[in-house]
C-alpha cells in the first residue's frame, strides 16, 4: 500500500491520477454542459427542457449516451475509409491534450510547459483536420462544403485568436499559464506602493487590462468552437448537420463530445488568461493549512468561472442568429484582424510607457 | 411610382459594432430565461397537468346508463349505420321488462373511430356520447376493440355530468304512454 501511495507521489504517478481525472472529469462535464444547454435553451424559448430522467434531468445525456452506444453504427459504402475513421478520433484528442497545459489550482496541471498557451493554440490547430477529413472523407456535398467553411473559418480565426492573446504575453512576459495565473493575483501597484486587498486584485485580472483584447479573444474562440453565431460548418437548416452528416452512433456522439470538449478547454483558457485561473481575489488560500482542502476549493474556483464562460457561451448561442458566410470572413479579415493588430500595437506601447514610468 | 424607396435609419456607431446589439438581445433572453417581464413558461407538464378541454371535445364515444342503472341503448343500430368508418358493431338481445331490446355486443373498433361524433347525434335515446378519453392506447388490435363493459365503465368515469347522468326517461316514457293507453308495463 505504501509503495502505491509513494507511486502517486513520483512526477509520473501523479501525472497518471491527473491524467486519469482530467480525462474522466471532461467527459463528465460535457454531459452536463449538452444538459445545460438543452435547458438553457428551453428556459429562452419560455419551455422547460428535458427534466424527466434523474434529478432536474440530469442524467439525460447517460440516457443518450446509451442510445448511442446500441445504435447501429453505419460505414458508408461511399466514403474514403482510413479517414473517415480517423476524422471522430481528431475531434476528441486536441481539444482533452489542450486541457493538460491548463492549471486548475496552484502548481496542479498535467504538464508545466514553457511554451504553455503555444501548445493549446498548436492541439486546437490539429482540431481543424478533424472537420475538415470528416467532410471530405463522407464523399457527400452537404458535409464537404461543412469541411469546406470549417478550415476556411477555423484558419481565420485562429488568427485573432493568437494575436488577441498576445496582449497577455506582453503584459506577463511569460508564456507559462502559470505564470499567467499567478501575474493576474498580484494586487495592482499604484503610486510605488503595491495594493494587494479586494477591489486591486479584482482589477489585476486582464480582462481589466486587455478589455479588448478579451473580447476578440472571446469572439474568436466562439468561431474556433463552433458556436453560433458562428456555426457556418453545421448550419443545419443549410447543410443538415455539416460535417458530420454522414455519421452516425458513436462516431457522431465523438464528434459532439470533441466539440463541447473543446468549449471547456477554450473556456478553461479563457479563464486563465482573462479571469485570473484559480485565483480569487485572495480568497483561493482560504485553506491554506490543509493542501488537499485548498486544492479541492481552487478547483472548484476554477471549475466556477469556466461553466460561467460556458453558460454564456450557450447564452450567446440562443440569442444570436448565424451569420452569413461572407459576413464571417468580412468580420474576421476586414474587422478584427486590423482591430487585434491595432490593440497589439496599442499594449505594446501602454506597456513600454509602464515600464518606463514604474522605473 | 412603381416602387418606393424606403428610408433606412443611418446605424449609429455602438450599433455597428454588433456589441451593443447583441447585448441588448442577451438581456432580453435572460428576461425569458429567468420569467422576468411578464413572460412565462408555456410548457406543460403532459401527464401532470392537462388541458381543461373545451366543452364540445370529441373523445372517445361511450355508453352511458340512465339514472337507476338501467342501460339505455336499445341496441336500434342506428349508430352503427351511420357510423363512416364502420367502427360500431352490434348484436341485439332480448331483456325481460318494458323494453325490448338492449345489445348482447356492443363493440367499438377504437383504431377506426375518427371521433366525428356522428353516433352521439343520431342516437335516439341518448345513450351514446363523445368523452373525454383521449388516452387511448394499446399493444394488440384485439385490444383496441373496446367492448360494452369497458364502455360502460369508461361511460361512468369519463361522461359529462349533466349530459350522460340524466334522469332519462324511456322506460318512464314508454310506461307513461301505455298507462295512457290502459296498459300496466310495470309488473
Redesign the interface.
Known amino acids: 500500500m505504501d509503495a502505491v501511495m509513494n507511486w502517486f507521489g513520483t512526477p509520473v504517478g501523479s501525472a497518471v491520477v491527473k491524467v486519469l481525472v482530467v480525462g474522466n472529469v471532461v467527459p463528465l462535464l460535457v454531459s452536463f454542459l449538452v444538459w445545460l444547454e438543452r435547458r ?1 435553451a ?7 427542457g428535458p427534466n424527466r430522467v434523474g434529478p432536474f434531468g440530469l442524467l439525460q445525456s447517460f440516457a443518450d449516451l446509451l442510445k448511442f452506444i446500441f445504435k447501429e453504427d453505419v460505414l458508408p459504402g461511399h466514403v474514403n475509409k482510413p479517414m473517415y475513421l480517423l476524422a471522430p478520433a481528431l475531434a476528441v484528442i486536441p481539444p482533452l491534450v489542450a486541457l493538460a497545459v491548463i492549471p486548475f489550482a496552484d502548481r496542479m496541471m498535467i504538464a508545466d510547459l514553457d511554451t504553455g498557451v503555444l501548445a493549446v493554440f498548436a492541439f486546437s490547430s490539429i482540431g481543424v483536420y478533424a472537420l475538415a477529413l470528416g467532410g471530405w472523407a463522407s464523399n457527400s456535398k452537404y458535409a464537404l462544403i461543412g469541411g469546406v467553411r470549417a478550415s476556411a473559418q477555423l484558419i481565420s480565426y485562429e488568427l485573432v485568436l493568437g494575436l488577441a492573446a498576445l496582449g497577455v504575453f506582453m503584459i506577463t512576459g511569460s508564456l507559462r499559464l502559470h505564470d499567467v495565473v499567478t501575474d493576474q493575483a498580484n494586487g495592482l501597484l499604484i503610486d510605488g506602493t503595491l495594493r494587494d486587498g479586494f477591489l486591486p486584485k479584482f482589477f489585476d485580472w486582464n480582462i481589466w487590462k486587455q478589455p479588448l483584447g478579451a ?1 476578440l479573444f472571446f469572439i474568436a474562440a466562439l468561431a474556433e468552437t463552433n458556436r453560433a453565431p458562428f456555426d457556418l460548418p453545421e448550419a443545419e437548416s443549410e447543410l443538415a448537420a455539416g460535417y458530420h452528416t454522414e455519421y452516425s452512433s458513436m462516431k457522431f456522439a465523438l464528434f459532439f463530445l470533441g466539440e463541447y470538449a473543446a468549449m471547456v478547454a477554450i473556456s478553461g483558457l479563457f479563464t486563465t488568461l482573462y479571469l485570473g485561473g484559480w485565483t480569487l481575489f485572495g480568497a483561493e488560500n482560504l485553506f491554506a493549512g490543509t493542501p488537499a482542502l485548498q486544492t479541492a476549493w481552487q478547483i472548484a474556483i476554477f471549475t466556477g468561472k469556466v461553466v460561467f464562460l460556458l453558460f454564456t457561451i450557450i ?2 448561442r ?3 442568429p448565424r451569420f452569413r458566410y461572407d459576413q464571417l470572413m468580412d ?1 474576421g479579415w476586414k474587422r478584427m484582424l486590423p482591430i487585434s493588430i491595432g490593440w497589439l500595437v496599442f499594449t505594446a506601447l501602454a506597456t513600454w510607457a509602464y515600464a518606463q514610468h514604474v522605473r | 411610382m412603381a416602387y418606393v424607396k424606403v428610408k433606412r435609419r443611418k446605424l449609429t456607431f455602438a450599433e455597428r459594432t454588433y456589441v451593443a446589439p447583441i447585448a441588448k438581445g442577451m438581456v432580453t433572453t435572460l428576461k425569458h430565461m429567468l420569467q422576468l417581464g411578464g413572460t412565462e413558461r408555456v410548457t406543460m407538464e403532459y401527464p401532470e397537468q392537462k388541458w381543461k378541454l373545451p366543452d364540445r371535445y370529441r373523445g372517445a364515444p361511450v355508453l352511458v346508463k340512465d339514472a337507476a342503472g338501467r342501460e339505455k341503448c336499445v341496441s336500434c343500430s342506428m349508430c352503427e349505420y351511420v357510423c363512416p368508418p364502420r367502427a360500431i358493431s352490434i348484436i341485439p338481445g332480448e331483456i325481460d321488462g318494458p323494453v325490448e331490446k338492449a345489445p348482447k355486443v356492443f363493440d367499438i373498433d377504437m383504431l377506426r373511430c375518427i371521433f366525428c361524433g356522428y353516433c352521439e347525434e343520431v342516437c335516439p335515446e341518448e345513450a351514446i356520447f363523445m368523452s373525454e378519453e383521449y388516452e387511448l392506447c394499446g399493444q394488440t388490435r384485439a385490444e383496441m376493440v373496446f367492448p360494452k363493459d369497458k364502455l360502460y365503465a369508461m361511460g361512468e368515469k369519463f361522461g359529462r355530468d349533466g349530459r350522460t347522468k340524466d334522469p332519462v326517461k324511456k322506460y318512464d316514457r314508454l310506461v307513461s304512454e301505455a298507462a295512457a293507453q290502459g296498459l300496466d308495463l310495470t309488473k
Do not use: G, K, P, S
Not at chain 1, 428551453?42 to 422547460?48: C, K, L, P, S, V
Open positions: 438553457v428551453a428556459w429562452i424559448q419560455d419551455r422547460t473580447l447564452w450567446i440562443w440569442t444570436v468580420l
